[in-house]
């Protein structure tokens, strides 16, 4: 049970991140799994542990990594996309 509110939280979190920043995550609904996860993974080895939390996360930390994550993933895909095929 523990694993499946980790999914959900985590989804959460990368989709709430994806909002603020006006971005789309690659990926979808994983996608936001996958942001949520390694945004509060970086946002814990960061910030530290304050604030509300939930399901092992802690909710700003979290959030504010998710969105460090999303605009680093996004700076990277825009600088690969944006490449000329000469």
């Known amino acids: 049970m523990s694993l499946l509110w980790m ?21 979808g609904v994983i996608g936001n799994i996958v942001a949520g ?4 993974w ?18 700003f930390p979290s959030l504010i990594g998710a969105i ?4 680093i993933v996004s700076l990277i895909l825009r600088s690969v996309g944006g490449r000329s095929r000469s």
């Open 7 to 27: 999914l959900i939280v985590g989804g959460v979190i990368g989709w709430l991140a994806g909002l603020i920043m006006g971005r789309d995550i690659p990926g």
């Open 37 to 40: 996860i390694l945004g509060s």
């Open 42 to 59: 970086l946002g814990g080895m960061l910030l530290g542990s304050w604030g509300p939390k939930v399901s092992d996360f802690y909710v």
């Open 68 to 71: 460090v994550l999303i605009f």
